[in-house]
């Protein structure tokens, strides 16, 4: 059975949406507008957009006058082009593994194995808002902040995603533009943002989240792939779980970068000593050793439910250990 004929929806036309399935037991699926919308990633997107405000408001914090109404026009650029880059970056991953979506029943629902959206729709969708996140990013936040928002699509569609199917590094080189987002905020903030790369003491902080964003990913989305493993099989994807078959590599690996997340977490606040101080310490070392027994559990066990431990663990430590920093940052500041 191929990809595009695994599923086989019927339209419902005068519904607006699509019925799978016939009978009783079929289910109305989502319509267009939604399909749409479910392109977007949408969780993905708010997290991308909630770490790229971390890193903005960490800049700005560092920028004591700031007239009100320009830091309301910063502000705003930065959310709204972060959001459309998001999606956009988003949409065109899809439009690029819809056959492999089709394969794999975790992710066969989406619109466009579902024929819910067409390829046409879903690549103008992406290449639109792409686009416009740049251009909004460039013209009310400047040219830095918009750089590093299309170096972060161009990685994530052109790099990550065709490496996938090919090698299980895709997982850590998929960690770069999924780390960059802070970045975004933090040039659009920053008074040292036109030398993001030049000035690199300046931006310390700003790389200090790059660098926490990088090493959270790898043993959230190594936990992913545990569980998923059959199904990132069937869609021809190379993770380190396809070629380990007991789990004790990839268990491994997810405890190394685990213990190496404490010290990524704790980086800012030697960073950004005037703006985080023990509040945050206590968060980022109390949250750190949490995480690190969950994945020593797993790599005793190597079971699926500790696997999920594990990720679940991760989108916990993640909210905690931003919300503490911003907290103590503003707590400190003012």
């Known amino acids: 059975m191929t990809a595009s004929t695994s599923i086989a929806p019927a339209v419902d036309r005068a519904g607006g949406g699509r019925t799978l399935g016939a009978g009783p037991g079929s289910i109305e699926s989502p319509g267009m507008v939604a399909s749409y919308i479910e392109l977007t990633k949408p969780r993905i997107t ?8 971390v890193g903005f408001v960490m800049a700005a914090l560092g920028r004591p006058g700031w007239p009100l109404g320009e830091l309301a026009w910063i502000a705003s650029g930065a959310l709204v082009g972060t959001v459309m880059s998001a999606a956009g970056a ?29 390829k046409a729709g879903a690549l ?59 970045l975004i905020g933090w040039t659009a903030a920053s008074t040292h943002g036109g030398w993001i790369l030049g000035d690199l003491a300046a931006n310390a902080g700003g790389w200090s989240l790059f660098v926490l964003m990088l090493v959270w990913q790898v043993p959230h989305f190594l936990a992913i792939a545990w569980m998923y493993r059959d199904d990132y099989a069937k869609g021809g994807y190379r993770m380190l ?38 509040g945050y310490v206590a968060a980022a ?14 790599r005793r066990t190597r079971t699926r439910e500790d696997a999920r431990r594990v990720f679940f663990g991760s989108i916990i430590h993640l909210p905690v250990i931003l919300a503490a920093m911003v907290a103590d940052a503003i707590f400190r500041t003012f």
């Open 124 to 182: 103008g969708l992406g290449l639109v808002l792409c686009v416009l996140g740049v251009a909004v990013l460039w013209a009310m936040c400047g040219a830095v902040p918009a750089v590093v928002s299309l170096a972060t699509i161009l990685s994530y569609v052109l790099l990550y995603t065709p490496l996938k199917p090919i090698t299980s590094l895709a997982t850590l080189i998929g960690a770069v533009p999924g780390a960059l987002p802070p």
């Open 46 to 53: 708010r997290l991308v957009t909630i770490t790229s405000g």
């Open 285 to 298: 070392v109390l949250t750190g050793l949490g995480f690190i027994a969950v994945a020593v559990r797993l």
């Open 241 to 278: 779980p396809m070629a380990d078959a007991d789990g004790r590599a990839t268990a491994s690996v997810i405890l190394l970068w685990s213990v190496t997340l404490l010290p990524a977490t704790l980086a800012p606040a030697l960073l950004m000593p005037e703006r985080l101080g023990a």
């Open 90 to 118: 988003s949409a065109l991953n899809q439009w690029w593994e819809w056959r492999r979506d089709a394969m794999m029943p975790r992710t066969a629902h989406r619109p466009l194995p579902q024929g819910r959206v067409s």
